[in-house]
């Protein structure tokens, strides 16, 4: 299954057991609303890929991993109702992620903002290399990380994620990623990081389907609500980006 224009693509590739799905946009990996929905249905189809027992989620390039929610599309948007439906593609994807049978590996090779910090947090293992960094930048273009805040408090507790969101324009490194839980591996180059990936990987093909199945469930439980509760944080950024305060934030954003 492949999707693309110019505005960026969604793929999957499968291969005896292991489906990849790579992402790309030419601003940064930037997500919008299009790639979002395409990345959730690719999400869906290997869940439900009685073919595939792991999955790869990884970006394309050599720079950000993933730079969040597209701005071009943030200051496209008009009303609330169309400000929740784009949140809402960050809900559903994580949801997606969520509810999947199988086992994420997210291949995280760059700087993860907003959003793709959200991505690396609802990934079951994410494995990056140095250089890594994280920053979720909400708060300081006036919205705020309300639908992605679930799953990164999950992953790097309370303490972790109120740092990241109060702070908004600082930089935390990929090693203080790794010891909040944000990040399962730390390597120190692409080569690293796919050889990690390969052995894990490898080493999950030979393991028992129902086996991780079962265990992706205890992981998640308590998460059941998030199908109400991601659409609620979803509508509330929906109100927050046509705000006269965030359009002007985006603005001055967009120009440096």
């Not at 784009?86 to 700087?111: T, V």
């Amino acid at each position: 299954m492949s999707t693309s224009n110019n505005q960026g693509y969604v793929k999957s590739e499968h291969h005896q057991g292991l489906t990849i799905i790579e992402f790309f946009h030419p601003q940064s990996n930037s997500l919008p609303g299009r790639l979002l929905s395409d990345l959730t249905h690719a999400i869906h189809g290997a869940g439900n890929d009685k073919d595939t027992k792991v999955i790869i989620l990884r970006s394309a390039g050599e720079k950000a991993f993933c730079a969040g929610a597209s701005f071009d599309e943030l200051m496209a948007i008009d009303d609330a109702e169309q400000g929740f439906q784009f949140f809402s593609g960050f809900a559903h994807l994580i949801n997606a992620m969520r509810k999947c049978p199988k086992f994420i590996i997210a291949r995280i090779h760059g700087k993860c903002v907003g959003g793709g910090v959200g991505i690396a947090a609802a990934a079951d293992y994410a494995i990056a290399v140095e250089g890594a960094d994280v920053k979720l930048s909400e708060l300081a273009v006036g919205i705020g990380p309300f639908v992605v805040g679930p799953a990164v408090e999950r992953k790097m507790g309370l303490a972790g994620f109120s740092s990241l969101s109060i702070d908004a324009t600082m930089w935390r490194n990929a090693e203080w990623a790794r010891r909040k839980g944000l990040y399962a591996e730390l390597h120190t180059g692409p080569a690293e990081l796919d050889e990690a990936i390969h052995r894990l990987s490898t080493q999950l093909l030979h393991s028992n389907p129902e086996a991780m199945a079962m265990m992706k469930d205890m992981f998640w439980k308590g998460t059941e609500h998030w199908d109400q509760l991601l659409p609620e944080r979803a509508a509330v950024s929906g109100r927050l980006v046509i705000s006269p305060f965030t359009r002007h934030a985006i603005q001055q954003f967009k120009k440096k």
